[in-house]
């Protein structure tokens, strides 16, 4: 099981949710990004460099799962506050949630795309333009058509 990871979910949940009175749809995606945040930074690229096997990863996960089920049924909140209009359930909408949504919708959107299809042959191109330069001090005279 990976400790510090649930540590994390459960202090961001529990502050996010149960403190602060932030809706739990946000609090669910804020959390989660906190915790791929965590796993990015801790073991770069995830499935070469991440020590836990499947076994593992899965407790964790019905760890996690599990714990905030428990904070949700035994926070003091009836109904269950999903989502809103604003970021906190404890207080009138003071910042456009909506909007805000929306746009980070299409950035990432976009974001996905270009990363997608457009790096890929971006790559290829700076790659294929850097081959026919002196790289790294070859100062060997061109040979071929033109040299």
Same mark, same amino acid.
């Given at each position: 099981m990976d400790v510090p990871l649930y540590a994390i979910a459960l202090a961001v949940f529990a502050v996010l949710y149960i403190a @602060? !009175? *932030?809706f739990l749809a946000y609090? +669910? *995606?804020i959390t989660l990004i906190v915790m791929f945040a965590?796993? #990015?930074i801790r073991h770069g690229k +995830?499935?070469?460099n991440y020590p836990h096997g499947l076994g593992d990863t899965l407790i964790t *996960? @019905?760890?996690i799962g599990v714990t905030w089920g428990i904070f949700i049924f035994l926070a003091p909140k009836n109904p269950l506050p999903f989502i809103g209009s604003g970021l906190l359930y404890t207080s009138n909408a003071s910042i456009p949630i909506a909007p805000i949504i929306s746009i #980070? +919708? *299409?950035l990432s959107l976009i974001f996905l795309v270009i !990363?997608?299809?457009i #790096?890929?042959?971006l790559g290829r191109a700076t790659a294929g333009s850097t081959t026919s330069a002196n790289v790294g001090g070859d100062n060997k005279p061109k040979q071929g058509v033109g040299a």
């Open positions: @602060i !009175g *932030v609090t +669910l *995606v965590y796993l #990015a +995830l499935p070469e *996960v @019905i760890f #980070a +919708l *299409v !990363g997608a299809f #790096a890929r042959d």
